[in-house]
Every structure is written in structure tokens, then in C-alpha cells.
């Protein structure tokens, strides 16, 4: 698990965030996931880090993402969300495997 996402109370958030967007938890996996250095104003008992990263679901679509605040809602949203196509270069990248695999895409 990329470190960044060892953070339970940012695990749940985006698992909330990538539910508002119609993917259920357990039908995607996440890769390619950072966390930006800035902190979520959000008074957790944990802080939560700005991420980015990308997640792949069952059907193999991929999408971007970013997680960040939003001050006019006061609050985490995905303010980044775009289906990409996966480069080919990732078939060979060892967490793009794993992501897949947590889906039943294994090549």
C-alpha cells in the first residue's frame, strides 16, 4: 500500500469521495497514489494529506484523481476526475499489476 495511504481517516474520505462519483469500495483499486505535502483543514483527529493518484476499477477504466479542500463547501472533494487511458509503459509497473490484479484484470 502506497505510504500515503496508511492513513485510515484518508482511506475512508476517498472511499466516500470515489463512492459519490459511482464506484463502490471493492470495485476499484488504487495506484500511482501521493500525497502533495499540504494538509486538509479539516480538524480530523489524524490530518489528512492532499492526494493525488489513480484508481482502476473492474470493467478497466481508469481514472485520475486529486483530493483536495474545497473552501466554498468547506470540504474534501475530488476536485480532479478524469477517465484516462492507461499507458502502455504501466503494464510493466509493479503497482499498476497489483491495482489490477485487486480487480480480477490480471493480464
Do not use: K, N
Not at 472511499?15 to 470495485?27: K, T
Not at 488504487?30 to 479539516?42: I, K, R, S
Amino acid at each position: 500500500m502506497p505510504p500515503s495511504l496508511r492513513t485510515p481517516p484518508l482511506l475512508r474520505l476517498l472511499e466516500e469521495l470515489v463512492a459519490e462519483r459511482g464506484i463502490r469500495p471493492g470495485d476499484y483499486a488504487l495506484f500511482f497514489t501521493t500525497g502533495e505535502g499540504e494538509y486538509l483543514p479539516m480538524g480530523a483527529p489524524e490530518p489528512v494529506e492532499e492526494t493525488s493518484g489513480h484508481l482502476v476499477d473492474r470493467q478497466g477504466r481508469v481514472f485520475a484523481w486529486w483530493l483536495a479542500w474545497d473552501p466554498d463547501r468547506r470540504r474534501p472533494v475530488l476536485v480532479d476526475w478524469e477517465q484516462v487511458e492507461p499507458e502502455p509503459e504501466w503494464r510493466e509497473v509493479p503497482e499498476y499489476q497489483d491495482a489490477c490484479r485487486q480487480v480480477g484484470l490480471a493480464d
